[in-house]
């Protein structure tokens, strides 16, 4: 017996199943595919117009033509809705159309009358062809950026689709329920690195922003002095889109004359089959400057798992054959046979987030830093000197144990364990004698500064909060003007000068660091340049040479400088977007971290010496000894003594802050970045390119590049090793 038809009825719940399901699919997918890519295509448009000159990058493309061409179409839409509601996109095409034939007709009236097209097609008239002619540049530059966001959104898609088509009805609300908080936290991660973005330039990653989570509480005070209408909307705007574009959708579903569902779902796998195929075709040619873009912000949390690719291996095998870069655990000073009988004091100076060419020791033109030129001039400048890491503690570890510095996760965990297994240099010289002292105009209460500084057992520690304060300003949030370390710090000195006893003091200045603020006592001025930020970090360093101006000045009238070694030097650099980001945490480019050092040692040195080679914070402690007449002997320093030669070919390292995130070599005239196959790895002539800004690994033997990435990953393998406890079961696979 033939069962009775279906009818329209009884296919109506069916219908209707089917229509709410693919109003989900749509509801969850839409809104994060228009927030993802809008946020990645406003990001590359706004470096590009940064990286090109507007009037042949995009100044083309917001001529007078686009807005005539906008307002005909909106105006023409208008007119069609309500005269020809039922034809109105008609009405837009005609309008097009009529534009088309009038820029057709103005070239053959050209053609005729002898008018050279090239003189032509530079007038206005041809702005459509102008504007051709920049997509046809942007458009693979787009293809290349949005790769990883297709790649991600098409697997977004297909996991939404799946889940929804194989949920059964009665747990169809829950799992609606879950999507839409899934939809809320990636469209508030997206939020925030945006938020992120807006204010350094710097695309998120999971390290970062796990950094962020576990320094939490010393970093919320500092990010409410950030907060202002471009953070908030940064941070606001993409959940807003996110959710106004899921409430349309659902609004769309919802209306009566929608009839049947459609087909979308059918077609939904051959849809989403043309943006995966797409993701994995790689567009040529590839413009490194646009690299930081690539990666999704998504799939950029990755990171977060703790797992080692196939090279990431292999160095760790590799770096455990060879001997450890440095140990102090067993180190003993001794006299050597020259040593003079009344030991140099020595005094470390170490200037917050000064970059070289932002000195007047390095560019005389600017005129920031005139007292320090001028004490250049009476002893020695170093040329080339470097940061290892752009961060503070780093710096102190690099300046004051003589050691390449660890990335953050494992000298975190070694400065807070209280070890006191590698001797720095104020318990070194403690066994020959000196008073030691630690001053800083800055709170020791970031991440590990604390433990780290009472770890190098200074006989005296004094910072911001420790410090007399009266009279003196907190400028930033990090601590108190500079100012407020003279005269505790030439007291100090005066009591060691008055006892006769020999003596190390370092000395930390606090101005300078972001966001640039200088006490209002201090009479700011313009340098000349376009960009607020900078000049108010030069203001920063002109502030900061008037201090130390001071501080030198009371050691001569103590009597006490010509009897002492001065280094100084920074402690990293800063950048404030030469390749896009700004700040200089997470990146290795020489403007955060090539600094300026300084070093004067009356009858040692001659007044206009260059200490040439390739230098670096590591440096400092074998300088020191040799200049006291020391060695260390049981001990294995990375870094060579300033008052000798380096080879031509000596390497440098660099990392950036977070861990896995990017480092750099420095061998003679070449650089080699390495972003842990996030974006490709960069090379960089610095003889030829010293601003990093011609890439040119693309035209080197890919075994160079690979060799120089092992190179990379097993010098931090071996750097890491002494942070690592003594007891540490360090498993080699």
Same mark, same amino acid.
């Given at each position: 017996m033939n069962s009775p038809p279906t009818t329209k009825l009884d296919r109506a719940p069916q219908l209707e199943q089917t229509r709410e399901r693919e109003c989900l699919v749509v509801q969850t997918t839409v809104p994060l595919v228009a927030v993802v890519i809008g946020i990645k295509l406003g990001k590359l448009l706004s470096a590009y117009a940064d990286l090109n000159d507007p009037r042949t990058a995009l100044g083309s493309l917001y001529s007078p033509w686009l807005v005539r061409i906008t307002v005909a179409a909106v105006g023409a839409l208008v007119v069609g809705k309500i005269v020809f509601s039922g034809r109105k996109w008609l009405v837009v095409t005609f309008s097009f159309i009529v534009l088309f034939l009038a820029v057709l007709i103005k070239l053959v009236q050209a053609m005729l009358t002898g008018e050279p097209l090239a003189a032509y097609y530079r007038r206005a008239d041809f702005w459509l062809v102008q504007a051709a002619m920049q997509l046809r540049l942007i458009l693979p530059l787009v293809a290349i950026v949005i790769r990883r966001d297709i790649m991600f959104l098409a697997c977004f898609a297909i996991f939404v689709y799946v889940a929804v088509r194989l949920t059964p009805a009665a747990y169809q609300r829950i799992l609606r329920n879950l999507l839409t908080i899934l939809n809320i936290v990636l469209l508030l991660i997206s939020g925030l690195e945006l938020a992120h973005y807006s204010k350094t330039g710097v695309t998120g990653t999971g390290r970062l922003l796990r950094f962020f989570v576990t320094n939490a509480a010393n970093l919320v005070p500092l990010l409410r002095t950030q907060i202002d209408l471009i953070s908030i909307s940064a941070l606001v705007i993409p959940l807003s889109v996110g959710l106004l574009i899921a409430f349309l959708v659902r609004r769309?579903?919802?209306?009566?004359?929608?009839?049947?569902?459609?087909?979308?779902?059918?077609?939904?796998?051959?849809?989403?089959?043309?943006?995966?195929?797409?993701?994995?075709?790689? &567009?040529? &040619?590839?413009?490194?400057?646009?690299?930081?873009?690539?990666?999704?912000?998504?799939?950029?949390?990755r990171d977060l798992i703790p797992w080692h690719k196939?090279?990431?291996?292999?160095?760790?095998?590799?770096?455990?054959?060879? &001997?450890?870069?440095?140990?102090?655990?067993?180190?003993?000073?001794?006299?050597?046979?020259?040593?003079?009988?009344s030991p140099r004091n020595v005094i470390i100076i170490m200037l917050e987030s000064a970059r070289a060419d932002s000195?007047?020791?390095?560019?005389?033109?600017?005129?920031?830093?005139?007292?320090?030129?001028?004490?250049?001039?009476?002893?020695?400048?170093?040329?080339?000197m470097y940061a290892i890491i752009p961060r503070t503690s780093a710096a102190w570890v690099a300046v004051l144990h003589g050691m390449w510095p660890s990335p953050d996760d494992e000298i975190t965990r070694w400065a807070r364990r209280g070890q006191l297994r590698l001797k720095s240099l104020p318990a070194l010289l403690a066994t020959r004698g000196y008073a030691s002292a630690f001053f800083t105009s800055a709170h020791l209460t970031f991440g590990y500064d604390a433990p780290l500084i009472k770890n190098m057992q200074f006989d005296s520690v004094n910072y911001a909060d420790t410090l007399p304060r009266q009279g003196f300003e907190q400028p930033t949030y990090w601590g108190f003007e500079d100012r407020i370390m003279v005269e505790p710090s030439l007291d100090w000195v005066k009591k060691q000068s008055d006892k006769q006893t020999p003596f190390l003091l370092v000395m930390m200045t606090n101005i300078g660091h972001y966001d640039y603020k200088y006490p209002s006592t201090w009479p700011g001025r313009s340098f000349g340049t376009i960009d607020p930020s900078y000049n108010r970090y030069l203001n920063c360093l002109a502030y900061v040479d008037s201090v130390i101006k001071d501080f030198v000045t009371g050691l001569e009238k103590l009597g006490v400088l010509r009897s002492s070694i001065v280094i100084i030097l920074g402690d990293h650099g800063e950048s404030f977007g030469e390749h896009g980001p700004r700040g200089r945490s997470l990146l290795v480019y020489d403007e955060t971290v090539k600094i300026p050092g300084i070093v004067y040692a009356d009858g040692l040195i001659p007044p206009g010496t260059s200490i040439s080679g390739l230098r670096q914070e590591i440096d400092v402690v074998p300088t020191v000894l040799d200049a006291l007449g020391l060695t260390a002997e049981n001990a294995t320093l990375p870094g060579t003594s300033m008052f000798k030669p380096v080879s031509a070919d000596r390497a440098l390292y660099f990392f950036a802050t977070l861990d896995s995130y990017s480092m750099a070599v420095r061998r003679g005239g070449m650089k080699f970045v390495y972003n842990f196959e996030r974006t490709p790895t960069e090379a960089y002539a610095i003889d030829k390119d010293p601003a990093e800004q011609h890439d040119i690994a693309a035209t080197l033997p890919r075994r160079t590049i690979e060799e120089a990435e092992m190179e990379m990953l097993v010098w931090r393998e071996r750097a890491s090793r002494p942070f690592l406890a003594p007891d540490s079961d360090i498993k080699v696979p």
């Open positions: 769309w579903y919802a209306r009566p004359e929608r009839g049947s569902a459609p087909r979308l779902t059918r077609a939904f796998a051959v849809v989403l089959a043309l943006p995966v195929a797409a993701a994995f075709i790689n &567009p040529l &040619p590839r413009d490194a400057r646009y690299d930081r873009f690539v990666d999704n912000t998504y799939l950029g949390l196939a090279s990431e291996l292999e160095a760790m095998k590799l770096a455990s054959r060879l &001997p450890v870069l440095s140990d102090t655990s067993n180190a003993v000073l001794r006299a050597r046979a020259d040593a003079v009988a000195t007047s020791v390095y560019d005389p033109t600017l005129g920031t830093t005139p007292f320090l030129a001028d004490f250049a001039s009476r002893g020695a400048v170093v040329p080339e």
